[in-house]
């Protein structure tokens, strides 16, 4: 996702995922995304002065296991703590933020989300000839 902030010529680079398989490519992709969003601002006309980078990790156990595995590579790519990087998303001053964050579902573990109340469906039996 690209988000733009005009009034302080902020742009937000966030990629979202539900799991992390790869730390390297994780944090290539990101860095890519990041230094090409100032080219893609000036293509829609925006003047960008911060670009600020946050990768959200579903809140699994295996998402933690492997952030954990390579914890200071992932502390290095991503510095910022949770607490500075939504500060900085609701007001976008200063610099800008590079920061991991696990966000859990609001569904149980194991629920799915109620899509609309559910009825029973009768065909109407049509009489054979």
């Not at 995304?33 to 670009?51: D, F, M």
């Not at 200071?72 to 949770?82: D, G, M, N, V, Y």
């Amino acid at each position: 996702m690209l988000g733009w902030h005009a009034a302080s010529r902020s742009i937000a680079v966030i990629e979202v995922k539900s799991i992390v398989p790869d730390a390297q490519a994780t944090i290539a992709t990101l860095d890519r995304k990041a230094r090409l969003a100032p080219i893609v601002a000036r293509e829609r006309g925006w003047s960008c002065l911060r670009v600020g980078r946050l990768l959200v990790v579903a809140d699994t156990r295996t998402s933690r296991r492997r952030v954990a595995a390579h914890e200071q590579t992932w502390r290095a790519a991503f510095p910022a703590s949770r607490r500075s990087a939504f500060e900085w998303l609701v007001v976008p001053a200063g610099p800008a933020p590079s920061a991991l964050l696990f966000m859990t579902s609001p569904h149980p573990k194991g629920a799915k989300p109620q899509t609309g109340a559910r009825y029973r469906v009768r065909v109407p039996r049509v009489p054979v000839s």
